[in-house]
């Protein structure tokens, strides 16, 4: 009788020790990570930081589920106006294409989900997910997500853990937001500048050159003045080169003035050359935001916005539209339209649109090809490695 006793003293007290662990786990598990939040709120780039603090915060939600109710923990942050959403995840959950997709289009597409729980199949099976709203403001809403292939945990339970990770995710994405707004104003402010002084000062005198160049070419074209025609010809054509490049400098920074995001440059320059024609253009979009920095933004968008302006002046076309995709590592951009075709060999010499369309490719270690598409009209296709700019 007293070994019975005995051994369930004992296995009481090694239940004790083994359970007091979990229990301080489980409290761990209840508690907001500053120190997370803070490598969020600092980010230079949201989409490099946030995996890795998923990852750790994964593993906290991990120690405190059992395995057949652990579910996968995902960010989706959705951009409304440009249609645009980004999944980010713990580096070892690699999601399938279908998965992206299907999220993209509850979230971002559609409205906002209002189940508790949101049944999804896909590809590699039936997943039920709990969604939980972290951040909405005015272009931007940030979800976090609980993805479950097999047993759901009870909500009680879930809310418990998940409370306190919500909450670090929260404080850190939206310090991270309100530092980027700032951010983003300031630089506004400076291009506003810079597109001002150079309409008021350079702008205006290279225009004045330009009317003065052109009427002086003119009067020499009388054959009293042979000797200047080849001097006043390339006068001419240099000062309206130059005239040219610069206002495209002023459109760029009012561009960057009014869209955060390439995305939105795009949706912005579709909407500005739609008010100029008849055409009928659509955007289709399949590239996640952020994928390309600063510069090649700027390259992109002048390309895309080049191509959209003969579409407008010379493709006699009903139709158009802009491709962005992702194939593999790189990005395709295709401009098609359904007009007359372009004879590439018969450029203008004193049309320098093509030439720099293909230095700007060239700036970002893209590929540029113009032709003619086989059911008619031109198709313009950039491809590029993000990331390769020299």
């Given at each position: 009788m007293?070994?019975?006793?005995?051994?369930?003293?004992?296995?009481?007290g090694?239940a004790?020790?083994y359970r007091?662990p979990?229990e301080?786990?489980q409290?761990a598990?209840a508690?907001?990570?500053p120190?997370?939040?803070?490598?969020?709120a600092?980010?230079e780039?949201?989409s490099?930081?946030?995996p890795?603090?998923?990852e750790v915060?994964q593993?906290?939600?991990?120690?405190?589920?059992a395995?057949?109710?652990?579910g996968?923990?995902?960010?989706?942050?959705?951009?409304?106006?440009?249609?645009?959403s980004?999944?980010?995840?713990p580096?070892r959950?690699q999601p399938s294409p279908?998965?992206?997709?299907?999220?993209?289009?509850?979230?971002t597409l559609?409205?906002?989900?209002?189940?508790e729980?949101i049944?999804?199949?896909?590809?590699d099976?039936?997943?039920r997910?709990?969604?939980q709203?972290l951040?909405?403001?005015k272009n931007?809403?940030a979800w976090?997500i609980y993805g479950f292939?097999?047993e759901?945990?009870p909500?009680e339970?879930l809310?418990w853990?998940?409370t306190?990770?919500?909450?670090t995710?929260r404080?850190?994405?939206?310090a991270w937001y309100?530092?980027?707004a700032?951010?983003?104003?300031?630089?506004?402010?400076e291009?506003?500048?810079y597109?001002?002084?150079?309409h008021?000062s350079?702008?205006?005198?290279?225009?004045?050159?330009r009317i003065?160049?052109?009427?002086?070419n003119?009067v020499?074209q009388n054959?009293?003045?042979?000797?200047?025609?080849?001097?006043t010809?390339?006068?001419a054509?240099?000062?309206?080169?130059a005239?040219r490049q610069t206002?495209?400098?002023?459109?760029?920074s009012r561009l960057a003035m009014q869209s955060?995001?390439?995305a939105?440059a795009i949706?912005?320059?579709?909407?500005e050359f739609?008010?100029?024609s008849?055409?009928?253009?659509?955007?289709?979009?399949r590239i996640p935001?952020?994928l390309?920095?600063?510069?090649e933004?700027?390259q992109?968008l002048?390309?895309?916005r080049?191509?959209?302006?003969?579409?407008?002046?010379h493709s006699?076309a009903?139709?158009a539209?802009v491709?962005l995709?992702q194939?593999q590592?790189?990005l395709?951009?295709?401009?098609e339209?359904?007009?007359?075709g372009i004879?590439?060999?018969?450029?203008?010499p004193?049309?320098f649109g093509?030439?720099?369309?293909?230095?700007?490719?060239?700036?970002?270690g893209g590929?540029?090809?113009?032709?003619?598409?086989?059911?008619?009209?031109?198709?313009?296709?950039?491809s590029l490695?993000?990331?390769?700019?020299?």
């Open positions: 007293m070994m019975l006793n005995l051994r369930s003293w004992m296995e009481g090694f004790n020790l007091k979990i301080r786990r409290r598990a508690r907001e990570n120190e997370l939040a803070l490598q969020l600092t980010a780039d949201i490099a930081t946030l890795g603090v998923l915060l593993q906290e939600l991990d120690g405190v589920f395995l057949s109710l652990r996968q923990l995902m960010v989706l942050l959705s951009h409304g106006d440009t249609n645009e980004l999944l980010l995840h580096p959950f279908s998965f992206n997709r299907r999220l993209h289009r509850m979230f559609g409205k906002a989900p209002q189940s729980v049944p999804c199949q896909v590809d099976g039936q997943w997910l709990v969604p709203l951040m909405e403001e931007i809403s976090v292939q097999h759901l945990p909500r339970k809310r853990h998940t306190a990770l919500e909450n995710l404080r850190g994405i939206s309100q530092h980027e700032k951010t983003r104003a300031a630089l506004q402010s291009r506003a500048i597109a001002a002084e150079l008021d350079l702008a205006q005198v290279l225009g004045y050159l003065k160049s052109t009427r002086l003119k020499c054959p009293e003045y042979e000797a200047l025609q080849s001097m010809e390339d006068l054509i240099q000062t309206q080169n005239y206002r495209e400098l002023i459109t760029s955060d995001n390439l939105q949706v912005n320059s579709i909407s739609e008010q100029q008849a055409i009928v253009f659509e955007l289709d979009n935001a952020k390309l920095d600063a510069k933004s700027t992109v002048y390309i895309v080049e191509s959209l302006c003969n579409i407008v002046r006699h009903s139709h539209r491709i995709r194939r590592e790189s395709q951009i295709l401009i339209d359904n007009g007359s004879d590439v060999d018969a450029a203008r004193d049309s093509q030439q720099i369309m293909q230095e700007r490719a060239k700036r970002i590929r540029l090809t113009i032709s003619n598409r086989p059911q008619g009209g031109t198709r313009v296709e950039l490695k993000p990331g390769n700019a020299s």
